[in-house]
């Protein structure tokens, strides 16, 4: 993370950050992400990820172990270790989704139709990154992590300093540094960022389902200039909205258009991107990509204050077939005989009115907080439920290494 106004940024050249191997020096071009998020709510949005590329040779970066990063206007410098593990590793084929950061979650029927969704799928990894749990999501995340579906990461906490107040960041923008890391430490060659309650949804012609990742390289053989391949939001609610573990109620919904995710997700194709976002590739437009027809494919956004919202005179979708609902309920019984914990049947309950209430919209603005950093909602939290911590993870919790 940087600042949005970073003086060093704004002049140029913008070279002041260098890398040291075998004293020979190699400028850092630094970049940020998204230069109107720093413009947006009243300048209330100070800090923004940020990148730098140092454009270090392969045939020189595969020797090193460390570096050393000095910065030529204060002076400092520091070593920081080199992994090479994910730049050696064999390309995974399948299709890996990067999850934004998770925050006080705790629908754990949400989370299991999401990962049963690509458990059916096969040849996809889920990469979770977390800082509060409840236990019967962390459970069941622990029992998708054995059997080689998720790879679950704590997130580290916002350094608390005078030059970087966690409240002029935000939980979403913060999660562009994890997905990034998502894209390179994985080394897959197809991947996509996606919220718990989403879905790629292909129409069929028949009664068999076309895989996801089939169907993408498909589109690429006849789009082979694109970079990126997008499906167009839709809102889904229940058409029975009794939820029980027949799972009858996921069986059917409602459509409706997503006027607010016009850019929809994509999947992505790593070998022609340099940074991804949450719906496109980072710096580029829609138009840049190939979005297929709404009569192809779509997303599904089960939205929590939509999923089960009574409407009508809508047009409907099956989400999943009968043999699939069967699928489901089996699937519910053994898992919760896995992780030993009884599964309460509700979607839910939501935690955003806690949320909202713990950092009030007159607190944020005279705070000039940037959307909503909710790690100042600990306290309360704490009081509502039992929570599992990133920072609980003893073993693969990390500190930020903040660096001036």
């Excluded at 939509?306 to 009968?322: A, D, R, S």
């Amino acid at each position: 993370m940087g600042h949005c106004l970073n003086k060093y940024i704004n002049k140029r050249p913008n070279n002041y950050l260098y890398i040291e191997i075998n004293n020979k020096y190699y400028p850092g071009k630094i970049g940020i992400f998204d230069r109107a998020i720093c413009k947006k709510f009243e300048h209330r949005c100070q800090m923004e990820v940020h990148y730098v590329n140092f454009n270090v040779p392969w045939k020189i970066a595969q020797k090193v172990t460390t570096v050393n990063i000095i910065n030529i206007i204060t002076k400092s410098k520091q070593v920081f270790n080199v992994s090479k593990e994910s730049a050696n590793s064999k390309p995974f084929n399948g299709l890996t989704i990067c999850v934004p950061i998770l925050y006080w979650y705790n629908n754990w029927l949400q989370m299991f139709l999401f990962l049963e969704n690509w458990y059916r799928e096969g040849n996809a990894k889920i990469i979770l990154y977390y800082k509060s749990l409840s236990p019967e999501v962390y459970n069941l995340l622990r029992y998708y992590v054995k059997i080689k579906l998720v790879i679950l990461y704590p997130v580290s906490n916002y350094p608390i300093k005078e030059s970087m107040n966690p409240a002029n960041l935000t939980h979403g923008m913060g999660s562009k540094i994890f997905l990034n890391t998502c894209m390179y430490k994985m080394n897959s060659k197809y991947i996509s960022v996606m919220d718990i309650d989403e879905y790629f949804y292909i129409y069929s012609k028949n009664k068999k389902k076309q895989k996801i990742l089939n169907f993408i390289k498909s589109a690429i053989s006849r789009q082979p200039n694109k970079n990126f391949f997008n499906f167009e939001s839709f809102h889904i609610s229940y058409k029975n909205t009794i939820i029980d573990p027949s799972f009858n109620f996921h069986k059917k919904a409602y459509l409706s258009i997503d006027k607010k995710n016009v850019l929809g997700k994509s999947v992505m194709l790593t070998n022609k991107i340099s940074h991804f976002g949450f719906h496109i590739p980072q710096f580029e437009k829609l138009s840049d990509g190939y979005r297929f027809s709404s009569n192809q494919a779509i997303l599904l956004h089960a939205r929590s204050n939509y999923i089960l919202k009574k409407t009508k005179k809508l047009p409907e979708i099956e989400i999943i077939n009968e043999n699939e609902r069967k699928n489901l309920n089996r699937r519910y019984i053994l898992v919760e005989k896995q992780i030993n914990m009884s599964l309460p049947f509700v979607y839910g309950p939501a935690m955003e009115k806690h949320l909202e209430s713990c950092i009030s919209m007159k607190a944020r603005l005279k705070a000039r907080v940037c959307f909503v950093i909710y790690d100042k909602c600990k306290n309360i939290m704490d009081k509502i439920s039992k929570w599992i911590y990133s920072e609980d993870d003893l073993i693969n919790y990390k500190n930020f290494t903040v660096f001036n």
